[in-house]
């Protein structure tokens, strides 16, 4: 599939003592993503109208990967200020989890001593979000991130969530989200993801976004 599209890939390589096999890619805008193959991605199924068969169809957020030239610091953070526990070592690869880990609750921190300060630009990640169940939540996480002498920003109203951000040692941007209000504040569920949705402050600009959106097909 990728061939098809024209996209440069590495080969495909073991990772973890082979617990998990990884084919590695770029996007157009040079953004480096990661295929992986884990025994624990049959818990979730594949969407079954994509062009993908079901069977070989991406399941879900694998690790979100942060490189950094100094990691004592990030991994002490991650560790003792926000609850993560080392869980492996690979080389220059350290895999953090928090709660009951697994797919979508791994951290990797990717040790490069030659790294430079990341800029905000295209191909790369803006940020990294966790998500709480609700607004007291998130005000004992700014209050805690706080106290360990982070500058955290307000609460920011994004109309489906509310968000704090701060940036760990190493300088990557992380951001707490609220599960509420939630997507259907202004759409039934049954009609989630079939228009194009904005929060009053977009809706002046609808028709430039709209302009700058690829043309979408709705199954």
Not at 72 to 101: H, S
Not at 179 to 196: H, I, K, M, N, S
């Amino acid at each position: 599939q990728l061939r098809a599209y024209g996209v440069g890939m590495e080969r495909i390589t073991p990772r973890f003592e082979e617990e998990e096999v990884v084919l590695r890619f770029q996007d157009p805008d040079g953004l480096w993503l990661e295929l992986v193959a884990h025994p624990q991605a049959e818990v979730r199924p594949g969407w079954p109208e994509g062009p993908v068969p079901p069977e070989f169809g991406i399941r879900g957020l694998h690790t979100v990967t942060m490189l950094e030239a100094v990691v004592e610091l990030t991994l002490r953070f991650l560790m003792e200020g926000m609850g993560f526990r080392l869980v492996r070592e690979e080389g220059d690869r350290i895999r953090l989890a928090i709660g009951p880990g697994g797919p979508g609750a791994w951290v990797d921190l990717l040790v490069d001593p030659r790294a430079s300060r990341g800029r905000v630009a295209v191909g790369t990640v803006h940020h990294v979000a966790w998500r709480v169940r609700n607004d007291a939540e998130q005000g004992a996480w700014r209050t805690h991130l706080q106290a360990l002498g982070l500058y955290v920003t307000p609460a920011m109203d994004r109309k489906y969530f509310r968000s704090i951000y701060f940036r760990e040692p190493g300088g990557v941007l992380l951001e707490i989200a609220t599960d509420p209000p939630g997507f259907t504040v202004d759409e039934a569920p049954e009609r989630l993801g079939t228009g194009l949705m904005l929060p009053a402050w977009l809706e002046p600009m609808r028709g430039e976004i709209e302009r700058a959106l690829p043309p979408l097909t709705v199954p």
